[in-house]
C-alpha cells in the first residue's frame, strides 16, 4: 500500500478536481478496465488514491505511482492561468 503525505495528498487533490477527465493506459490487477477507458474525478481521499466514476459504469479508485493514467487533453493544471493575449497576437 502507498501512504503519502498529507502534503502530497493535497497536491493530487489540486491536480485532479472533482470533474476532472481521466484517461487510463492501465490499472494494476484489473483485467476488465481497457486502456483508453474514460472517467471523472469524483474525489481524492486521504491516502492519496483518485475516486473516479468511470464511462463503463464502475467506480474505482486510481492510485498514483501504481496505476497508469493521464487528464484528458484541454484540461490543464488549475494553477495554470490563461495566458493573456498580447497586441501582435490580435492582429493576426
Not at 26 to 40: F, I, N, R, V
Request: charged content about 30%; hydrophobic content about 25%; overall charge negative.
Amino acid at each position: 500500500m502507498v501512504i503519502y503525505s498529507r502534503e502530497k495528498v493535497a497536491r493530487l487533490r489540486e491536480q485532479y478536481p472533482a470533474g476532472t477527465r481521466i484517461c487510463l493506459n492501465s490499472m494494476d490487477g484489473e483485467a476488465d478496465m481497457p486502456q483508453g477507458l474514460e472517467g471523472t474525478v469524483q474525489y481524492v481521499d486521504d491516502a492519496g488514491q483518485i475516486g473516479i466514476s468511470w464511462d463503463n459504469g464502475r467506480s474505482l479508485s486510481l492510485i498514483p505511482g501504481v496505476d497508469s493514467f493521464h487528464k484528458k487533453e484541454g484540461q490543464g493544471h488549475p494553477e495554470e492561468k490563461p495566458r493573456k493575449k498580447r497586441e501582435s497576437d490580435l492582429q493576426r
